[in-house]
């Protein structure tokens, strides 16, 4: 096991009508704030009336910046950093998912320099602080809800890039699992794909002695598999949502990375695809994930083997730890179908060949190479986006 720091400071508020505390949580940073949304789902719900009256009751008044797209763009970003510069706005508050919460991380930062908050994006300098983020989460998926990440979109060149940081980390998360009663079935899906993403990006490790973390995370995996079906059958199981997105919340919050290293091949990767193309993240993992398996399956047998028994429940078959390690792939692939997503770029109504250009720039130009388990450089992250055809 490796050498860990864990402090995962967010504080999470969880269950029925948990958005109500939203004001009083937030009056504890700030009683002037910015109200960033999306593109209408927590407007039409009713939750950001909801959300509004919390907080008007706890004292805060706030400015609105709606319209964040999925796959956030930057140009949103520099509006709400503008925003807060001039009123002097002391705290963000996402109402939405990984897209609200993670463009709400970057006005955070964005709004404490002079300079371009793009160029943390870039890898040109680290942030030295930012302003505080709550969220209130409406979708168990990209788990920024309590995570250091934060991704966006530079529409200029297509660029989707990250940036993680402690700074980041949400002061508070309200997860009300009824507030996703209302997704529609194609972002369950999507949800369900990254999360089990965020899990195997980290269970396919080098660091050996990891296998307290290794159960936990076949045990978050399987959660997911029972749940994203019972919820996709029937929109308001509360019970089926809150095991959702309770998993979706520790598969990222960086506990299950606790003395490993992960890999996170399949995301630089798909996070090119869907910079590109504009699809939904975990539609794109549903394609790079299993094309990746295949590369790098051999690198580790062993641990392909335990993850196709311990999750999928393939039999063993010590004589034949390929076929095993296939069928777990293949499992895998069969739950993705089953939830209602493709794993072939194809399903993404991409049609054109733009792999190579993918490839570069996924790799700065083979100037570095991408992923942990198995390094991969421009002519691997080719050869995988090729497996995907
Ligand atoms: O914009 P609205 O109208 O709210 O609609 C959204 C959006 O169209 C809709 N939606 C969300 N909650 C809903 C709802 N519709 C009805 N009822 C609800 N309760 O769902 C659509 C997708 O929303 P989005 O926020 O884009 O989804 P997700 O949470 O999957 O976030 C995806 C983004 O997160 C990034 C991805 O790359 C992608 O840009 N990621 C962020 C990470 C992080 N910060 O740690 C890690 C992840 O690996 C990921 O890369
Ligand atoms: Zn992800």
């Known amino acids: 096991m490796e050498n860990f720091e864990f402090n995962n400071p967010t504080k999470i508020i969880f269950g029925h009508n948990a958005e109500d505390k939203t004001g009083a949580e937030t009056a504890k940073y700030s009683k002037k704030i910015l109200l960033h949304y999306g593109g209408g789902s927590a407007k039409k719900s009713g939750l950001l009336d909801r959300v509004q009256s919390s907080l008007k009751k706890a004292g805060v008044e706030w400015i609105e910046l709606g319209g964040v797209k999925p796959n956030p763009r930057l140009s949103l970003v520099y509006e709400g950093i503008e925003l807060c510069k001039k009123n002097n706005l002391g705290m963000i508050l996402a109402v939405g998912g990984g ?44 788990g920024s809800e ?30 009300n699992p009824e507030l996703s009663f209302t997704l529609p079935a194609f972002q369950v899906a999507c949800g369900a794909t990254d999360i089990m993403a965020h899990l195997m990006e980290r269970y396919f490790t080098n660091v050996t002695h990891v296998s307290f973390t290794d159960r936990l995370i076949e045990a978050t995996m399987k959660t997911v598999i029972t749940m994203a079906p019972r919820v996709l059958e029937n929109s308001t199981d509360y019970d089926s949502w809150s095991e959702l997105m309770w998993a979706g919340t520790i598969a990222h919050n960086n506990l299950l990375t606790t003395g490993r290293i992960g890999d996170w091949a399949s995301h630089d990767i798909e996070h090119e695809i869907s910079g590109i193309y504009d699809v939904a ?14 590369y790098t399956f051999k690198h580790d047998l062993n ?22 390690a296939l069928e777990g792939i293949k499992r895998m692939e069969n739950f993705f179908h089953s939830i209602g997503l493709g794993t072939k770029l194809s399903d993404l109504k991409i049609t054109d060949d733009r792999i190579q250009e993918m490839a570069e720039k996924c790799t700065a130009g083979d100037t570095r190479t991408v992923g942990n388990f198995v390094k991969l450089n421009r002519k691997a992250v080719n050869d995988i986006l090729t497996l995907t055809k």
């Not at 993240?281 to 295949?294: D, Q, S």
């Not at 083997?305 to 034949?320: E, P």
Request: glycine share 10%.
């Open 99 to 142: 897209s609200v919460i993670d463009s709400a991380k970057a006005i955070a930062m964005g709004a404490v320099i002079e300079g371009d908050v793009w160029d943390f994006y870039l890898g040109k300098g680290e942030p030295e602080s930012a302003l505080p983020v709550g969220t209130v989460l409406t979708i168990p998926a990209a």
């Open 146 to 175: 309590s995570s250091t990440g934060t991704v966006i979109t530079k529409e200029e060149g297509q660029l989707k890039r990250a940036v993680n940081s402690d700074l980041i980390y949400p002061g508070f998360s309200v997860l």
């Open 281 to 294: 993240h975990g539609a794109g993992l549903a394609v790079v994930f299993p094309a990746w398996m295949k």
């Open 303 to 324: 641990r392909f083997v335990q993850w196709a028994v311990r999750v999928w429940n393939v039999d063993l078959d010590i004589n034949n730890p390929e076929a095993v």
